[in-house]
């Protein structure tokens, strides 16, 4: 009897399924609980509408017929918000298509993508891979899913969605916004080709972007202006550059395989920061660069390099860090004025490349490196005020670290030093020093003391330390 005054009207019937069906909602403990919850309410709540037609209406015929609207219109709204909830956009690939595709949203005189027809907006990708329209990427459905032309199964994992790609255009505050597509077998950058084309246009007033850039690339800071395009997975770059008066790029973290030729219009150029950008051939036109000052080829694939760089005298600082690089590229030996040399994070063993032609050295980096003593190479080294050789294999300090007498900052820890040579005494300019003390007496720190009255000497327990990480 009870069961049968649960669903004794159409009303109480659909209330009923919508508490069950939200009950399985929150029993799954997903993104399905709280729309288990909403729907629960739902269901309640049509019980009492149910309740209330019962109290009020006395007329069978008229309860009979507010039963069957509302039991009508609450499906018909319940179809309409699932089909709303499955709207999608329907990419249509062409056959066998592989390679990078793409719709580039938001330029003005393009045309508009196809309406949307009973929740699915069917977009046909052409055969290069290309759609640029003036729909605005706000205005299509968030989700896609994916067909070819000859409706051949399609295999997700094989697909790559990436739907926020922007490119700044730099002369001016517009930006191009596209949806790239990468669909594996063939790797190819030909919309972010086109993109980059557009920007150009778009400088050039014959095109016309809706999209404005929210932050400008161009910032500035004591120095003067500079570019900061760090992680944008940019593979070219704007023409006009060199109207923009910067001394520093940063380029950082993208997918360019040689300096940008944009680059060379900045006659403005000091600082270059090219890291972790997939460069596997040195790039020697940098010789173009005339002015530079200090470049990064940190984390790319650079592994020697083929050129004089006897024309860069200007260059200062050269930064190979993180390239697992076991030679040194000679090469570097012809910059003139070479101060300061970062080479951390490689698979150095000694710094037996060190020579006279390195003397100039004020800085050197060579931390994170398998290097296991301090050779007699240091007499070259004379004017070295910075040696980071932290992280390493070096197990003594010996006598020649008296060669470098204009050393200011030894950073040594996380080394196994068990002997520290008296003639560190005569480093009378360092100023700091941090080294491991796990293998050091009280002595040993007293005699170090004594000996390097003026200097700050931090000390780490190196095995506490690695017991912590």
């Known amino acids: 009897m009870t069961v049968k005054r649960l669903v004794n009207s159409p009303l109480k019937v659909i209330g009923l399924l919508t508490v069950i069906l939200g009950l399985l909602g929150v029993l799954t403990f ?6 288990g919850i909403y729907l629960i309410g739902i269901g309640l709540l049509i019980y009492l509408v149910d309740y209330l037609i019962l109290k009020l209406i006395r007329n069978k015929r008229v309860y009979s017929a507010i039963q069957a609207i509302l039991t009508t219109a609450y499906l018909v709204l319940a179809f309409v918000t699932y089909m709303s909830w499955q709207e999608h956009n329907y990419i249509v690939f062409q056959k066998e298509f592989k390679g990078q595709a793409g719709i580039i949203f938001g330029i003005e005189g393009y045309p508009e993508l196809p309406e949307t027809k009973f929740w699915k907006k069917t977009i046909e990708i052409p055969d290069n ?7 605005k990427v706000e205005d299509i459905p968030s989700t896609i899913r994916f067909a070819f032309t000859d409706n051949s199964i399609v295999d997700y994992r094989n697909i790559d969605w990436e739907p926020n790609f922007e490119i700044d255009c730099i002369l001016n505050d517009s930006k191009v916004k596209s949806w790239l597509f990468q669909v594996k077998g063939e790797e190819s950058t030909a919309v972010k080709e086109v993109m980059t084309s557009l920007c150009n ?18 910032v500035a800071d004591s120095r003067g202006k500079y570019l900061w395009l760090q992680s944008k997975d940019l593979i070219s770059l704007p023409d006009g550059l060199g109207s923009l008066g910067i001394y520093r ?13 944009q680059i060379f219009e900045i006659g403005t150029l000091e600082d270059l920061i090219m890291a972790v950008n997939p460069i596997s051939e040195f790039p020697c036109n940098l010789t173009r660069l005339k002015r530079l000052k200090s470049v990064s080829f ?38 003139p004025n070479i101060t300061w040399l ?36 240091t007499e070259h080294l004379g004017n070295l005020k910075e040696f980071l050789i932290f992280d390493n294999e070096i197990d003594s300090i010996p006598d020649n670290i008296s060669d470098l007498k204009n050393l200011e900052k030894l950073e040594i820890w996380n080394n196994p030093i068990k002997y520290i040579s008296p003639k560190i005494a005569e480093l009378t300019k360092l100023k700091t020093m941090r080294i491991d003390d796990d293998n050091l007496t009280q002595v040993d720190k007293e005699n170090l003391k004594k000996w390097l009255p003026n200097c700050n000497i931090s000390y780490q327990t190196r095995s506490e330390k690695e017991v912590t990480l």
């Open 298 to 335: 940190a984390a790319t694939r650079i592994k020697e390099i083929k050129c004089d760089l006897s024309q860069l005298d200007s260059l200062e600082h050269f930064d190979l860090a993180r390239n697992e690089l076991t030679a040194f590229p000679n090469q570097l030996k012809t910059l």
């Open 129 to 135: 891979g290309i759609i640029i329209t003036s729909t």
């Open 201 to 218: 246009e778009i400088s050039s007033n014959t095109k016309k972007s809706v999209y404005k850039s929210e932050y400008s690339p161009i």
């Open 249 to 261: 790029a940063i380029l950082t973290g993208n997918g360019f395989n040689d300096i940008p030729e």
């Open 342 to 377: 970062s080479l951390n994070d490689n698979q150095f063993t000694d710094f037996s490349f060190i020579d006279e032609r390195l003397d100039k050295l004020e800085t050197l980096d060579l931390y994170s490196n398998k290097i296991s003593s301090i050779s007699s190479e």
């Open 30 to 35: 997903s993104h399905f609980f709280f729309v």
